[in-house]
């Protein structure tokens, strides 16, 4: 039986770490949904059985009407393959969730608080969700499955070994189960039977790199499934030391950005205005959210504390400081120069 695995979509993520691009937000919003939407395709392409929305699918407290709306139409798409969904502490099964407000297509299966079992002629599922945006005790304590020669599959939203608020899940408790389709944690992991696909669209610069969804095969015995990368753009850092650049231009030449949501952060000693290389990464093709400026003037700290007057008194004390805490060394460096301009 052929599966698709994803978790954490968190449709309509007020994506927090876009909040100075509103234009972007919308983008990011939109790129959700129809990365959704070629999943679906994808499992009809690739006539898979089974999909796993592993929890997380959107965010209950922002989620709009037509994203719903949307998803729905999408996964009547696929009437062929089961779409099971275990509520996660984002999208939980409480009253007013739309998961009770809409009807949704009969493919679709959405599991609450109890474990329970919808069997196939070679494959069981065992799965459950959120009830709440909390849910503390471990379901699995003392649960054994009720056929070992079947392909058992537990699908749930929760933490792994962990003491946390969000479906603690015992290691050993999963022994038992050929695949385990988990979600909740964001960087993927893919453990053997135990996988977390990891979120499938980045939401923030705390998410790098690729981001997708597992695609695999369920045969007793003969688990396989890969990893595959949904994302036409990610989310991506760059940091850079600015010290020998000498004009603006030189900056468009250095930052080779491709098709990603970047944020940029200069260190170094600044020798160009920071307003007009801001102002160059502006106009570059990429889409730049923030630029962060780390950067210093270039100043001779050990001449100016020598001086005999307030700005030579001033140095040598944040020398000191700088001393004793030389890891904050860029943000006093920050203090430094934001005091010489009252100077
Ligand atoms: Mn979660």
Redesign the pocket.
């Known amino acids: 039986m052929k599966f698709i695995h994803i978790a954490?979509l968190h449709l309509d993520t007020p994506l927090v770490a876009l909040k100075n691009n509103r234009e972007l937000v919308k983008k990011r919003r939109m790129e959700q949904k129809k990365a959704f939407k070629d999943v679906i395709l994808l499992a009809k392409e690739e006539n898979v059985d089974f999909i796993f929305i592993a929890?997380?699918f959107f965010e209950q407290k922002f989620v709009e009407k037509n994203t719903i709306e949307y998803i729905i139409k999408t996964i009547e798409l696929i009437p062929n393959i089961k779409v099971f969904i275990a509520p996660?502490?984002?999208d939980p099964l409480i009253k007013n969730s739309p998961y009770k407000t809409y009807k949704w297509p009969g493919n679709v299966i959405i599991f609450d608080e109890n474990i329970s079992k919808i069997s196939f002629e070679f494959v069981d599922i065992y799965g459950f969700g959120f009830e709440d945006y909390e849910m503390s005790s471990n379901k699995l304590e003392g649960f054994r499955v009720e056929n070992p020669d079947k392909v058992n599959v537990l699908f749930t939203?929760g933490t792994l070994c962990g003491n946390s608020k969000?479906n603690d899940i015992n290691y050993n408790d999963l022994k038992q189960f050929d695949y385990v389709a988990l979600?909740?944690i964001h960087a993927k992991k893919l453990d053997d039977n135990v996988v977390y696909p990891g979120a499938f669209m980045a939401c923030g610069f705390d998410e790098p790199g690729e981001h997708g969804f597992v695609i695999g095969n369920l045969e007793k015995g003969n688990i396989s499934y890969e990893f595959r990368n949904i994302e036409e753009r990610h989310f991506e850092t760059i940091e850079l030391d600015i010290s020998e650049i000498r004009s603006a231009n030189e900056i468009a030449e250095l930052l080779k950005l491709k098709n990603d949501i970047y944020r940029i952060k200069l260190t170094g000693i600044r020798n160009v205005e920071f307003r007009e290389l801001k102002d160059v990464i502006a106009s570059l093709d990429g889409l730049i959210c923030n630029v962060i400026d780390n950067t210093h003037l270039p100043y001779n700290l050990e001449e100016i504390a020598s001086m005999k007057n307030l700005k030579g008194i001033f140095t040598k004390k944040m020398l000191e400081v700088i001393n004793d805490m030389p890891e904050n060394e860029e943000e006093i460096m920050k203090a430094i120069e934001i005091t010489y301009s009252f100077l």
């Open positions: 954490d929890g997380d996660g502490n984002h939203h969000y979600g909740h």
